[in-house]
């Protein structure tokens, strides 16, 4: 954990200063080698091996590897003197409070006054952390609890010690959202605080549930999955992931240290799990949990599930709920609550059970854990990766709707939730002129949720904001003179709505605005081409639709970049294939840190046809240099394309030549992305935006490349590194980035590039290998190598 806190401050740029303990003796290694104790590579293992380990673990801890130099690693002996120099102490040590209190002292020692000094504890009180400590560092002090892994989980709670200045608890939470791109929740000093405690009782209450209504560990995963907006992993893949001895450990927390919460009886641990840990079934880290895999009398590797009933492994069933299937026509999970709650099977009413159990529980947390019922759901959401939170849900499923599911359970009603709807407040939250109000209990009233000045939320401006829509795309006026341009296909492929759409919105910037955004606020920016109509086209053999769909797109994006106004683009999660090719025509792109960008067309028998060929060509072109080898220049990025390279980070996106120093920017916290775009559109348009000049100087090697890449492409497919089929895909692409079968250097326009990628395109889509890729990537969502 320590060494993914330090990770994810390197991501942002901090210089980090890893301390832990020194080893007893020297390794056997260390020992072969002559080292001795007095070695500072002996000395510094520990904390060397740690860092070591997280950053070769995946998915990395660190946005590039670069990083990594940032990280100084030393001990508690040596160079904690070094304490000194630092502006920002956190403690990552074990949960034991004696521990805590002998590093605490060390610290003290050395630290200067006004340094922070926080600790990542998930629960031990700050009043026995603080005992003893100086007026100074007990004014600087609070705990910082990261959810693990650091880079990905969005949740930093703030617990403030009781004598902590206000000033930094405000400029931890800034800090946390700011520059750690965090959702920064300002928690109480109580057990768990607020995510592990709610998150831990519905776990908890979930395994009580499970024997009482039959359900299988398959049937329990498929309920409360995605169909609820939660991760793929559900509830015991999490639980086999996360380690369910620290679960255990958080819940018998909970069990010893709430002996008032009226829920107590939850957090004891129900037989089956007791079973599993005398067994040491842990989950992944032990091999087995409630899931096992193993191999197949067929050598196949197989997952078996665990019996609760019985207690041993046997295959998985498939699962079935009629209520499941009425929600499939529903995309958003808010939506589906409702109608889950509805239903007359045995998946209703496990749903109508859980959630009145969780609404119970949450509305007795407040002001217990929190005095504002937005922080629990904030909570949840960021650390435990739920799409919606509690209130939120219960907002969907309508609160007088969810008093009779908790009714029906002999559930009571808190006074305060009794009151809000007597005073005829019958929701949680509402929207207000593009801001979230939520319901504040000591007001009784609905209060601005604060902090959205620095966000755009799509959701809230999208009604009162629309300027136009069609099925796949929606255009918002974001203010100041800027537009924004949303995908809302599925999975936000690029299709002819889409296509039609992002012309639109460009007929409207120029005409009567100054600017316009493409981003939008769903799980991922565009997974590329809608493959489905590309693999009908095909297969029904209509090349001049193809041709006019693929032309359609490339003059879309050539538009983009040669529009009036400026274009930015926002990517995050996956932007892939054609969505990969929007940003590289974009005049800038803003990208959330966490976007995983690349040209994925090879995976699927073509090569990118949407002018993401021609781009990297081009680009290539432009960073030749007097003496330069060429070659190597357009190889790298013919590697970008031919490897399928897709980026871990935006980081990592400079490394492969898709973002351009200098010109693309990074975000780091997701929420503030849209507004940051929108910034950097106003600050173009307001330097006096030009209309950029069509390329027609696009420097290409001809035969001198194409050479080079038929003999490359020839060696690997003797050397069996790919295939007959990857063979032919490369020497398309080959083609198309040497600019043709040239018998020297030239320089050709973009649309001479335009024309050979397209022709290349249109021709592996009339290979029966191709199609078979397409197909097999429709029907599994992954590559065939054939």
């Known amino acids: ?74 001990n508690l002996e040596d160079d904690v003197k070094k304490l000194g120099e630092v502006d920002w102490i956190i403690e990552v040590v074990v949960e034991r409070l004696d521990i805590k209190q002998a590093v605490f002292e060390k610290i003290e020692q050395y630290r200067k006054s006004g340094t ?137 927390g909970l069990y010893e240290n709430c002996p008032n919460d009226e829920a107590h009886d939850l957090f004891k641990l129900p037989d089956f799990i007791a079973t599993m840990m005398e067994n040491k079934w842990l989950g992944s880290k032990t091999g087995q949990g409630f899931y096992k895999k193993v191999k197949n009398e067929d050598g196949k590797s197989e997952i078996l599930v665990l019996d609760l009933d019985t207690m041993e492994y046997r295959s998985k069933k498939k699962t079935n ?12 999970p808010i939506d589906r609550f409702k109608v889950l709650v509805g239903g007359k099977d045995k998946a209703a009413e496990f749903y109508r059970k859980n959630f009145a159990a969780l609404f119970a ?80 209990i000591e007001a009784k009233a609905h209060i601005k949720k604060p902090g959205q000045d620095a966000f755009i939320i799509l959701d809230n401006i999208r009604k009162s904001n629309e300027v136009w829509k069609n099925s ?127 040209l994925v067309e090879f995976g699927v028998g073509v090569i990118p046809g949407g002018g993401g060929s021609k781009e990297m060509a081009l680009r290539a072109s432009d960073i030749f240099r007097k003496n330069d080898v060429e070659l190597n220049v357009l190889q790298e990025y013919f590697l970008t394309i031919g490897m399928a390279k897709v980026s871990t980070s935006a980081y990592e996106a400079f490394d492969l030549g898709i973002m351009q120093q200098g010109k693309d920017v990074v975000v780091v916290n997701k929420d503030r992305q849209l507004a940051e775009a929108k910034k950097y559109a106003r600050i173009m348009a307001d330097a006096g935006y030009t209309k950029p000049i069509e390329r027609k100087n696009v420097k290409v090697l001809g035969k001198q490349a194409l050479g080079m890449f038929l003999v490359g492409t020839d060696s690997m497919k003797a050397g069996h590194y790919i295939s007959e089929h990857d063979q032919k895909i490369a020497n398309k692409l080959a083609y198309v980035m040497a600019g043709g079968d040239l018998s020297e250097p030239s320089l050709v326009s973009e649309e001479y590039l335009l024309d050979l990628e397209r022709e290349a395109f249109l021709s592996l889509c009339t290979e029966r290998k191709t199609l078979e890729r397409i197909q097999h990537m429709l029907k599994t969502g992954k590559p065939l190598r054939n």
């Open 1 to 74: 954990m320590g060494s993914g806190i330090a990770c994810h401050f390197a991501n942002i740029g901090v210089e980090v200063l890893l301390l832990d303990i020194l080893p007893k003796e020297p390794s056997d290694k260390e020992k072969a080698k002559g080292l001795t104790m007095e070695h500072p590579l002996v000395r510094n293992r520990i904390a060397t091996e740690n860092l070591t380990m997280a950053l070769k673990s995946k998915p990395s801890p660190i946005y590039n590897q670069k990083f990594a130099s940032r990280i100084t690693t030393g």
């Open 116 to 252: 922070l000094i926080t600790s990542n504890t998930s629960g031990i009180p700050i009043k026995f952390m603080n005992k003893g400590r100086s007026e100074d560092f007990r004014a600087h002090f609070a705990v910082t609890h990261f959810f693990n892994p650091p880079r990905y989980l969005k949740l930093f709670e703030v617990v403030p010690g009781p004598d902590c200045k206000q000033d930094v608890v405000d400029f931890l939470m800034n800090y946390g959202e700011k520059f750690l791109g965090k959702t920064a929740v300002l928690a109480k000093d109580t057990p768990a605080f607020i995510g592990n405690r709610i998150g831990i009782f519905g776990i908890q209450s979930l395994f009580h549930q499970v024997k009482e209504l039959g359900l299988t560990v398959e049937e329990v995963d498929k309920l409360t999955g995605p169909v609820i907006g939660r991760p793929k992993s559900a509830t015991f893949r999490t639980v086999d992931v996360v380690g369910l001895d620290t679960l255990v450990h958080v819940a018998n």
């Open 321 to 332: 709920f009629p209520t499941l299937e009425l929600t499939k026509t529903i995309d958003k």
């Open 361 to 440: 529980y949450v509305q007795n947390r407040i002001p217990e854990i929190s005095d504002e019922l937005y922080r629990i759901d904030d909570a949840m959401k960021a650390g435990f990766g739920w799409e919606n939170g509690p209130f939120e849900i219960w907002n969907a499923i309508g609160v007088a709707k969810g008093i009779e599911l908790m009714k029906a359970e002999n559930l009571a009603v808190t006074d305060w939730v009794s009151e809000m709807l007597e005073k005829g407040i019958n929701s949680f939250y509402t929207v207000k002129d593009g801001a979230t109000y939520y319901y504040d």
């Open 472 to 598: 796949g795309v929606v255009i918002e006026d974001l203010g100041d003179g800027i537009l924004n341009c949303e995908f809302q296909s599925k999975m936000n492929t690029l299709g002819g709505d889409v296509i039609a759409g992002l012309n639109k919105a460009i007929d409207l910037a120029e005409k009567d605005f100054d600017g316009l955004v493409i981003g939008n606020q769903a799980a991922n920016f565009s997974v590329g081409a809608n493959l489905a109509m590309i693999f009908m086209m095909a297969i029904e053999q209509e090349y001049d639709e193809l041709n006019f769909a693929i032309k359609l797109f490339q003059n879309t994006m050539m538009r983009m970049r040669y529009s009036s106004i400026p274009v930015i683009s926002a990517p995050h999660g996956m932007t892939l294939g054609g969505g990969c090719e929007l940003s590289l025509h974009a005049d800038k792109i803003v990208a959330a840190a966490e976007t995983y960008i690349g």
